[in-house]
């Protein structure tokens, strides 16, 4: 599946900014320029600069006394703890620098390509070119077999029609236990996320190979140069550990129940733009306490259709997409966190004994 993921990247990726602001005729069932027309009107596609600002203070203090308790601990069996905390900072910087992604923060292109390079490259340690090239293709085309980098470059399947392409007999026993596996696999994202954005730097398929490289060798230096400094060498192997497991597990569960058991699709469906972001996301009913550890990503609904949306509108852009929704007969499918995780895990379950009963 490498090579068809490395396929999909080779061609230039839509900005789904853009795309959303396009109009779409009503006449073809799609109600999205009534919708966006509403949206637009109640003021939740303006910016929220002092929101982020906030969110980037507060994110950036936070990092600031991990590293500072970190020292603080010297070479302690404690360390774990910091690193668990660390992961926290780590995807609540991962979140900031998707909507920079996004240009939820800023509509400058080169204000949201330095401030996407400080984020990502800086302080996560991963491409930011990579992962918007990444990132937009799963927002031109969500859940699709084909098109969608979040399908293509899984190890598990979605649809049992994927059991029939060419696989290795390793990821044919992935497969084989997927819904168990899934979620502890989802563990490796951080080490991968690395590893792809070092091989799209080295290959020079990143818009600026030198600037992303230098700072994320800087991120590389830095941070292993504290970890083996401080602490002995097993210990600095089990914090790195913990660290990158525990924010791969935790970005892993964000991002898992905003599509995975929804319906997919292939080249034979062609739905407008509403349609297919509507019907291939799941939102997560809760608090202001889910809004800020998910990063406002369980309103994926709204957030698919308005990618520019500032995230702190998303809950309140909810109420109107879901009126719009049921007028146009699309269901606008909400459910609660735990609900989400059993209905993942049901499905993979499914289509596995699918494989396998081929």
């Known amino acids: 599946m490498s090579g068809n993921y490395d396929q999909l990247l080779a061609t230039p990726a839509i900005d789904p900014v853009a795309e ?46 991990c590293w500072i308790a ?20 780590f995807v609540q910087i991962g979140l900031l620098g998707h909507d920079i992604g996004h240009h939820q923060v800023t509509r400058n292109r080169r204000a949201t390509d330095v401030l ?21 293709r799963h927002h031109s085309d969500p859940n699709h077999l084909d098109r969608d980098p979040d399908i293509v470059r899984r190890r598990a399947i979605f649809a049992v029609e994927q059991a029939a392409r060419p696989m290795s007999a390793a990821r044919r026993l992935i497969i084989r236990f997927q819904d168990k596996i899934f979620f502890p696999m989802s563990a490796l994202e951080a ?69 995975k058991g929804m319906p997919v699709r292939s080249d034979a469906e062609t739905p407008d733009w509403m349609t297919r972001q509507v019907v291939t996301a799941r939102n997560i009913r809760g608090g202001r306490l889910v809004d800020y550890l998910y990063g406002g990503l369980n309103y994926q609904i709204e957030h698919h259709l308005f990618p520019g949306m500032p995230q702190p509108n998303l809950r309140h852009a909810r109420p109107v997409v879901r009126a719009h929704c049921r007028t146009a007969s699309l269901t606008y499918y909400e459910t609660s966190l735990v609900r989400a995780y059993v209905e993942i895990i049901a499905h993979l379950r499914r289509v596995s004994r699918q494989a396998r009963a081929r």
Not at 203 to 208: E, F, I, L, Q, S
């Open 20 to 65: 959303s602001e396009r109009s779409e005729p009503v006449a073809n069932g799609s109600r999205f320029p009534l919708l966006r027309r509403e949206i637009r009107a109640a003021g939740l596609l303006s910016p929220r600069r002092r929101y982020y600002v906030v969110k980037a203070i507060v994110n950036v203090a936070l990092l600031t006394a």
């Open 70 to 89: 970190f020292i603080a601990l010297g070479p302690s069996w404690w360390q774990p703890a910091v690193a668990l905390a660390l992961a926290f900072c």
């Open 116 to 136: 996407g390079y400080l984020h990502w490259n800086l302080l996560l340690g991963a491409s930011f070119d990579w992962w918007v090239n990444h990132h937009n």
């Open 191 to 259: 080490l991968g996320l690395r590893v792809l954005s070092i091989r799209a730097i080295v290959r020079g398929t990143v818009r600026r190979p030198w600037t992303e490289g230098l700072l994320l060798g800087l991120h590389l230096v830095c941070y292993f140069t504290a970890v083996f400094w401080v602490l002995e060498p097993w210990q600095a192997l089990a914090f790195t550990g913990v660290h990158h497991l525990a924010t791969g597990l935790y970005s892993g569960s964000i991002f898992a129940p905003n599509h």
